[in-house]
């Protein structure tokens, strides 16, 4: 089991930052990738940004150049800097925690998520 605690949220004006922060706890040594998704209203659920265990990234079209993801040292926490923001990008941020568990099968947890809003 993983637990996941996201913060860092809130309002800001259309070309600000903000900087979410993930804590996991539990199982963290099972972790095999981090990342952030996002849901805008009455919208699906999309990917954000992911980072592997050995560090690769990926990052969806609409937030390349502007975030960026990474780690800190004791790999239970996962970051999301935002830069330059848009309407847009209005949503509830969730971090997710994925375990592999063989080549077809995952566990994906999912924190409570946290709201990030961009005013024009």
């Known amino acids: 089991q993983v637990q996941l605690v996201e913060s860092g949220g809130g309002l800001v004006q259309s070309g600000g930052s903000l900087k979410l922060s993930c804590a996991a706890s539990g199982s963290i040594s099972s972790i095999n990738a981090m990342g952030w998704y996002r849901q805008a209203p009455g919208k699906e659920r999309d990917l954000v940004a992911t980072i592997t265990s050995d560090g690769s990234t990926n990052y969806a079209d609409a937030v390349k150049g502007r975030f960026s993801i990474s780690r800190g040292n004791a790999k239970n926490m996962v970051y999301l800097q935002m830069n330059s923001l848009k309407p847009e990008d209005t949503a509830v941020y969730y971090c997710?925690?994925?375990?592999?568990?063989?080549?077809?099968?995952?566990?994906?947890?999912w924190g409570q998520g946290t709201q990030v809003t961009v005013s024009s």
């Open positions: 997710n925690a994925r375990i592999i568990r063989d080549r077809w099968v995952y566990v994906d947890y």
